[in-house]
T-cell receptor, first 110, second 114 residues
Framework: DAKTTQPNSMESNEEEPVHLPCNHSTISGTDYIHWYRQLPSQGPEYVIHGLTSNVNNRMASLAIAEDRKSSTLILHRATLRDAAVYYC???????????FGQGTILTVHP | NAGVTQTPKFQVLKTGQSMTLQCAQD?????MSWYRQDPGMGLRLIHY???????DQGEVPNGYNVSRSTTEDFPLRLLSAAPSQTSVYFC?????????????FGNGTRLTVT
């Protein structure tokens, strides 16, 4: 499976935008980029996914580099509730097997 | 909406005891799976199922059994608990009609084996 690299941790202030990077230089042409997050004491929850074009939903935006070797999850206005571990994942197989890396721990300061 | 429900939330076992972790979903999802999460290890897939009567092994299946008699339920059985099975266990489900439909996770069962 293609590997992803994320920073171990990032910090932000409340109400400010947050850009969470992910490198995936070995991505294949058919790999989708998925983001999940895990709040303390909860299971992971889906955030967003995309293939080539930038994507927006009610939670976040996903910006994908033109060569697809990197992507950025954008939280437009961080809230305290956004403090979580964010996972960038490639290739959900037809059976939904996700390979989770270590993710990025996001701390949001009031 | 209940989504994915896991019981119990917490469990303490002695080495050698057996138990079943329950997982139920009310979204009519064909695919269900079990992960364990350990510090510094991320989530690792234990077993998964793509429909009633069909199960298969994931990355770390040893010491665990599963069965899928209904679409809704996917229990995970520990036949003889070992301290190495101390972990947080997550059940997840998704529909399979669309390849990128999201996984829905339960809130986990925290298991301690002494």
């Amino acid at each position: 499976d293609a590997k992803t690299t994320q920073p171990n941790s990032m910090e932000s202030n409340e109400e400010e935008p947050v850009h969470l990077p992910c490198n995936h230089s070995t991505i294949s042409g058919t790999d989708y980029i998925h983001w999940y997050r895990q709040l303390p004491s909860q299971g992971p929850e889906y955030v967003i996914h995309g293939l080539t074009s930038n994507v927006n939903n009610r939670m976040a935006s996903l910006a994908i580099a033109e060569d697809r070797k990197s992507s950025t999850l954008i939280l437009h206005r961080a809230t305290l509730r956004d403090a979580a571990v964010y996972y960038c994942i490639l290739r959900i197989t037809s059976y939904g097997k996700l390979t989770f890396g270590q993710g990025t721990i996001l701390t949001v300061h009031p | 909406n209940a989504g994915v429900t896991q019981t119990p939330k917490f469990q303490v076992l002695k080495t050698g005891q057996s138990m079943t972790l329950q997982c139920a979903q009310d979204m009519n999802h064909e695919y269900m799976s079990w992960y364990r999460q350990d510090p510094g290890m991320g989530l690792r897939l234990i077993h998964y199922s793509v429909g009633a009567g069909i199960t298969d092994q994931g990355e770390v299946p040893n010491g665990y059994n599963v069965s899928r008699s209904t679409t809704e339920d996917f229990p995970l059985r520990l036949l003889s608990a070992a301290p190495s099975q101390t972990s947080v266990y997550f059940c997840a489900s998704r529909g399979v009609q669309e390849l990128n439909s999201p996984l829905h996770f339960g809130n986990g069962t925290r298991l301690t084996v002494t």
